[in-house]
T-cell receptor, first 115, second 116 residues
Framework: GENVEQHPSTLSVQEGDSAVIKCTYS??????FPWYKQELGKGPQLIID?????GEKKDQRIAVTLNKTAKHFSLHITETQPEDSAVYFC??????????????FGKGTHLIIQP | EAQVTQNPRYLITVTGKKLTVTCSQN?????MSWYRQDPGLGLRQIYY???????DKGDVPEGYKVSRKEKRNFPLILESPSPNQTSLYFC???????????????FGSGTRLTVV
């Protein structure tokens, strides 16, 4: 099955700086890669996703890049703000509709924005 | 408002006392799933359901049961809870399997379970 590794487990950056979180996956059949943000006391919320036919996707201060050859994808947050402090999860799925075909999540990155 | 509702939010119980955590979604989603979240382990899938009366095991199904009698509800049942099931539980739903990942999962707010 799929295995997703996420680094770092904790990331502290100064407000206004950029933050990068990296994930690798094992199953070359995976073709859908979402990122979730979990604020304290809440469930994870989808913030951005990318499919394997796209190399990069942006949404305001957030971008995700995908390298299918190397089987890794990254989340980039620019001009970080205090409200970006949260736990971020990457995930991967083949989306084939068969078997235990759910999302496999990374272990999460606790992003801390220092004022 | 489109949402996944879990109840209760917090639960403390004793070993061996059967309990049910309810999950309901109002988005007419076909796919539903349960995850547990533990420090350092991230989110691990317990069970999932592709549609009514169709359920299957995820990565960590031992000690849990589920049912899907109606499209909107997907309860998680612990027949004989043990302390190692102390965790934060999330229910999630998504569109039909073929379109499952358009918009990704919608998660509930979580249920923090403590088994003593």
């Amino acid at each position: 099955g799929e295995n997703v590794e996420q680094h770092p487990s904790t990331l502290s950056v100064q407000e206004g700086d950029s933050a990068v979180i990296k994930c690798t996956y094992s199953d070359s059949a995976s073709n859908y890669f979402p990122w979730y943000k979990q604020e304290l006391g809440k469930g994870p919320q989808l913030i951005i996703d990318i499919r394997s036919n796209v190399g990069e996707k942006k949404d305001q201060r957030i971008a995700v890049t995908l390298n299918k050859t190397a089987k890794h994808f990254s989340l980039h947050i620019t001009e970080t703000q205090p409200e970006d402090s949260a736990v971020y999860f990457c995930a991967a799925s083949s989306g084939s509709g068969g078997g235990a075909d759910g999302l496999t999540f990374g272990k999460g990155t606790h992003l801390i924005i220092q004022p | 408002e489109a949402q996944v509702t879990q109840n209760p939010r917090y639960l403390i119980t004793v070993t061996g006392k059967k309990l049910t955590v309810t999950c309901s979604q109002n988005m007419n989603h076909e796919y539903m799933s349960w995850y547990r979240q533990d420090p350092g382990l991230g989110l691990r899938q317990i069970y999932y359901s592709m549609n009514v009366e169709v359920t299957d095991k995820g990565d960590v199904p031992e000690g849990y049961k589920v049912s899907r009698k109606e499209k909107r509800n997907f309860p998680l049942i612990l027949e004989s809870p043990s302390p190692n099931q102390t965790s934060l539980y999330f229910c999630a739903s998504s569109l039909s399997p073929g379109l499952r990942f358009r918009g990704g999962y919608t998660f509930g707010s979580g249920t923090r379970l403590t088994v003593v």
